[in-house]
């Protein structure tokens, strides 16, 4: 299964990007995957791998190309180093949501010019930040996003102006937000105002409670779960496979 390593221009400047592709002939949908806030690192090419495996060119944006040659995280220790914690948000303050969907454009015009790619509008999948990042771009971007997905994502509502959730109804995208149960950007309370906006807007959408704790499906996070990663492959499949270019 090829795996490579790519760039795209974007507004504000040049993106690495590593993009999956499936085993075969093609042409295959795609989907734009955003990493956690430790950004693009090994295990998100391994995930991007088994996105291909099940029949999506999968690409992985370093979504903090802004910062240049950035040094990456160890995820073990990063919350608790507090110089790396700060490096680390200070990054965050980085992709902002203006930032989200300029790179969201620049990334699916990459997308429908390669020759592997099928169709003119393409899945996003996030986690953590990049989860929130998935439903923005659904809204910011909505002719070119088919379904959007978010996993253990934070900050999707919220007071924010610019928080996701006020988006509603500029999304046409079905939806699908996979909280943990023990997760304090993602509660009770802003599962159900999240689920009333998206009702009122019109939106076909999901929200599915994980057993866990934030990071439930990223493999190198403390919080890993092998049984709620697997059911988090199993959504991605079944949403994709409904929404996407057959």
Excluded at 68 to 96: C, H, N, Y
Excluded at 150 to 157: A, E, M, Q, R
Excluded at 164 to 193: C, R
Aim: charged share 20%; with cysteine.
């Amino acid at each position: 299964m090829p795996t490579i390593s790519d760039t795209v221009t974007t507004a504000d400047g040049t993106c690495p990007v590593t993009v999956a592709v499936p085993d075969g002939p093609g042409p295959w949908p795609a989907v734009v995957m955003y990493p956690d806030a430790g950004g693009t690192r090994a295990t998100f090419v391994d995930m991007a791998n088994q996105l291909a495996r099940l029949g999506y060119v999968a690409l992985v944006p370093d979504v903090y190309y802004r910062s240049g040659d950035w040094t990456p995280f160890d995820m073990a220790t990063v919350f608790t180093d507090k110089a790396e914690r700060q490096r680390l948000f200070s990054m965050i303050s980085s992709v902002t949501p203006d930032a989200m969907a300029t790179d969201a454009r620049a990334f699916f015009d990459y997308l429908a010019g390669r020759p592997d790619v099928r169709g003119e509008t393409f899945g996003t999948t996030g986690y953590c930040m990049g989860g929130r990042t998935s439903l923005t771009v659904a809204g910011r971007v909505p002719e070119r996003v088919a379904a959007a997905m978010s996993f253990h994502g934070g900050g999707l509502v919220s007071d924010d102006p610019d928080s996701p959730h006020l988006l509603a109804d500029k999304i046409s995208a079905t939806v699908y937000v996979g909280g943990a149960q023990d997760d304090a950007s993602f509660t009770a309370a802003h599962a159900e105002t999240l689920d009333k906006t998206l009702t009122d807007a019109g939106v076909e959408h999901t929200i599915e409670w994980y057993s866990g704790a934030h990071g439930f499906a990223v493999p190198d996070n403390a919080p890993y779960d092998q049984a709620a990663a697997q059911r988090h492959w199993d959504a991605m499949k079944d949403v994709f496979g409904a929404h996407l270019a057959a």
